[in-house]
């Protein structure tokens, strides 16, 4: 079971930055697809950005032009650069990895994941 490390949450005041970062462990061929999801408890989980092996992008509605999503094949590394908080952003962060090529923010599409960290954001 391949297991993801995703870290950077914690608490932050709007308007303020936040840098997720996640580490993939293993062989890089099972990482084509890598993406960020938030849910809050409750609610149903939300995809927020997602980057493919061609390293084109989506980005949910929500965060479009105030969060950006990178990696970093060498470093098996997926980074998600939140700026511009806002409350209604706190949620628990999960990374999550897929063999498909393209980008997706279909959780379906994900076959590992992380542990997730909290983001809170206070107004």
């Known amino acids: 079971q391949v297991q993801l490390m995703d870290t950077g949450g914690g608490p932050v005041q709007a308007g303020g930055s936040l840098r997720l970062s996640c580490v993939a462990p293993g062989n890089v061929a099972r990482y084509h697809l890598m993406g960020w999801f938030r849910q809050v408890a409750g609610n149903e989980r939300e995809g927020v950005a997602s980057?493919?092996?061609?390293?084109?992008?989506s980005y949910a509605d929500s965060v479009k032009g105030r969060f950006t999503i990178s990696r970093d094949k060498d470093k098996n590394t997926l980074y998600l650069q939140m700026n511009s908080l806002k409350p209604e952003d706190s949620a628990m962060y999960y990374c999550?990895?897929?063999?498909?090529?393209?980008?997706?923010?279909?959780?379906?599409?994900?076959?590992?994941w992380g542990q997730g960290t909290q983001v809170t954001v206070s107004s």
């Open positions: 980057i493919g092996s061609d390293a084109l992008t």
């Open positions: 999550a990895s897929g063999q498909i090529r393209q980008s997706t923010l279909e959780g379906d599409d994900y076959l590992y």
